[in-house]
């Protein structure tokens, strides 16, 4: 028996690792191995108001901090038939591409990306390719100050309330993002130029299921209520309520993270499910970004994941500055949060977070205070696919040295861009 | 003189406080040409797992034997701890429940199969080593972090406002919202240095940056009795991100 183990995942956001054990070239047992403490914030959201919610459940994740606030206001806003305004709508995705911006800036620059080009780090890199790293953290500026502006803060919102926002930005703040945006969408074939000239990765190849929700608007991935999963040219359509068809989840003794499975398959959540589920975003810049680099759909290789960020990328850019124009257009009213009356009710919300479906799912009593919570992440999703990843990768690359599969193994687990705190499951079981 | 060696780490918490140190986009290749960061490993992936570090960074509260184990490990290390965040210098948001029953919360969520998890009620930082440095916040504020390194850099010790959002919030002549609307608003009770983030958005201070050193919290509990708030409503809503803070 030969075991590769990856110790403690570095350049991921938590506390994760790996486990492969080998007899002879046959891989016997994977384990991806979460080891966050486990926060138990279930406890904490039971019995809370319903404004009291989302500034808990926000910080399960600081980078997808504001996915975790507007999925629990969205589940909140359901239970209690409160209807928010177009232009909360509009400011809330903006809000969202914000996040994504940053969140994909950070995952493609800071932490992908020195794999590729064989450097442990951002700043390891930065000494020999200054304008790849000046080039991420400009993006990513812009990312955290268009949360800033909308939200409040970069990371944990205080500006997103039930009902709508605490103060609606001006219209003064809005032109300087709009600049701000223009000066970032000027970088998007920087960004590609970079991204298609990074060596391929290919050495996990095989078939694999794809989940995200169906977008209505083919601009925008925000709204939705229907989850589709892909798989061998199949497509079954899960609606937000039926969740736990879809994510079936188990605890397993070697993870604090559940893991999913659909009709006994794992399944990928993220950019390149995304992309999977809704092609018909993929024109006009999207489409010469994604033949530049040659990203085929549906993909076997997980690793494309980073390839489908980019494209993401530019397409947020894009979004964010029309959804400003449009703001700017319509003029922005300093409306108030819509009023909440609580009342006994049950909501469950699927957004897309940046690394994939985020679900909240709440009952509140009749003083609208929380009765039980369900909230699954991206990355606990996709635990179950990342082992298999590992599985194949390790089959593919049995002949190796170790240090050469764990390198695969580790950038693998990149690719999947893992939110280990995410992944820690904070909800009840019933 | 050569560079400070430097040691970033997470223990359990949601990486926020150590984003917010990548969030220094336009200074980040600045702090980092003056300072040696040895072990990081949220940003790399070839650290020094064992070397003495001058100033060792911390975010994340206590929640597990692992955690105690790197923490005592690290303080070892470090000739100055400086505790990162509310969950390392309060407990944070996963301590609100130290009085329940834990193995009947693992089971809760995980089942039968979380009893064998290594899982520990949430402690602060200072609640199992000795910590030179707090630098609260949920997140920590970008420029109380720089200035941090900056008088470290000198050989100075940082001050922070002892004094509580509400003084910040006045200065910029907001309405309060506890006199005028009767919400439980936490500014005049937390610590100061987010600008009053909340309440200058009409949102209530929710006391993420923990208690502040120079409160009066009986006229504040006396203006929300007048309001007719429940004193333990009052309590839970304090207990959200600093369970040790609270004077039942």
């Known amino acids: 028996m030969r075991t590769v183990v990856v110790e403690h995942l570095a350049r991921v956001e938590g506390h994760g690792g790996i486990t492969v054990e080998l007899e002879g070239d046959t891989v016997a047992n994977v384990r991806f191995g979460v080891f966050e403490g486990a926060r138990l914030l279930e406890p904490l959201v039971r019995g809370k108001r319903y404004d009291e919610v989302a500034p808990v459940v926000s910080r399960i994740c600081s980078i997808c901090s504001a996915a975790h606030s507007l999925t629990s206001l969205k589940a909140t806003e359901k239970a209690l038939e409160v209807q928010v305004s177009r232009q909360t709508e509009l400011l809330r995705e903006l809000l969202y591409l914000g996040e994504s911006i940053e969140s994909h800036a950070l995952h493609l620059f800071l932490l992908a990306v020195p794999d590729y080009l064989n450097y442990p780090s951002a700043i390891a890199l930065a000494a020999d390719k200054p304008d790849a790293v000046l080039l991420g953290l400009r993006l990513k500026q812009l990312g955290n100050s268009i949360q800033e502006t909308i939200g409040g803060r970069a990371i944990h919102p205080v500006n997103v309330v039930p009902g709508g926002f605490g103060r609606v930005p001006a219209a003064d703040r809005l032109i300087e993002l709009h600049g701000g945006l223009l000066q970032g969408i000027q970088d998007s074939d920087a960004v590609i130029d970079l991204m298609a000239s990074l060596p391929e990765a290919d050495f996990c190849h095989g078939d694999t299921v794809y989940a995200a929700l169906v977008s209505p608007n083919p601009d925008s991935y925000y709204a939705g209520d229907e989850v589709a999963v892909v798989s061998n040219g199949d497509r079954s359509i899960v609606p937000a309520a039926a969740y736990k068809s879809l994510t079936n989840e188990a605890s397993v003794p070697h993870s604090h993270a559940k893991h999913s499975s659909f009709r006994q398959k794992p399944f990928m959540v993220g950019s390149l499910a995304r992309l999977t589920v809704n092609p018909q975003r993929l024109t006009g810049r999207l489409a010469v970004a994604r033949e530049r680099l040659k990203l085929e759909l549906p993909s076997g290789n997980p690793m494309d994941n980073n390839k489908a960020q980019a494209v993401e990328l530019i397409g947020d850019l894009d979004r964010a500055l029309a959804i400003i124009e449009q703001l700017l257009r319509d003029g922005i009213e300093d409306e108030r949060p819509a009023a909440v009356h609580p009342h006994a009710g049950t909501g469950t919300a699927i957004t897309e977070a940046p690394r994939g479906l985020l679900i909240h799912s709440y009952s509140y009593d009749a003083d609208g205070r929380i009765a039980s919570a369900d909230v699954i992440t991206p990355t606990a999703l996709n635990a179950a696919s990342m082992e298999l990843h590992f599985r194949r990768a390790v089959e593919q690359s049995a002949q190796r040295e170790e240090a050469a599969i764990s390198k695969r193994l580790e950038m693998i687990a990149r690719a999947y861009d893992p939110c280990i705190s995410c992944s820690v499951h904070l909800v009840r079981r019933r | ?248």
């Not at chain 2, 970033?8 to 926020?16: E, P, Q």
């Not at chain 2, 834990?102 to 602060?124: H, I, K, M, N, Q």
Request: proline share 4%; aromatic share 4%.
């Open chain 2, 1 to 248: 003189m050569s560079k400070p060696t430097v040691g970033i780490f997470g223990l359990t918490g949601c990486a926020g406080d150590q984003l917010v140190i990548l969030n220094c986009e336009d200074r980040l290749l600045d702090l980092v040409s003056l300072i040696d960061v040895r072990d990081f490993l949220m940003a790399s992936s070839e650290n020094d797992a064992a070397c003495a570090l001058d100033v060792a960074i911390v975010e994340g509260a206590v929640l597990s034997n692992r955690d105690v184990e790197r923490l005592r490990e690290i303080r070892k290390r470090a000739k100055t701890l400086v505790a990162l965040g509310t969950c390392a210098v309060w407990g944070g948001v996963a301590a609100m429940d130290r009085g329940a029953d834990r193995r009947e919360l693992v089971r809760e969520v995980y089942g039968e199969t979380g009893l064998a998890y290594d899982s520990l009620p949430a402690r602060a930082l200072h609640e199992i080593v000795k910590v030179d440095l707090n630098l609260t916040g949920c997140p920590i504020e970008k420029d109380h972090f720089l200035a941090a390194i900056a008088n470290l850099l000198n050989g100075n010790a940082p001050v922070y406002p002892e004094y509580p959002v509400c003084t910040e919030c006045r200065m910029f002549e907001n309405n309060c919202l506890l006199i005028e609307r009767g919400e439980v608003c936490c500014g005049p009770v937390t610590a100061a240095g987010c600008k009053a983030r909340c309440p200058e958005l009409r949102v209530a201070c929710v006391g993420c940056r923990g208690p502040a050193g120079d409160a009066n919290p009986s006229s504040w509990l006396a203006a929300l009795a007048e309001k007719g708030i429940d004193r333990h409503a009052i309590a839970a809503r304090l207990r959200t991100f600093a369970p040790e803070g609270v004077v039942q």
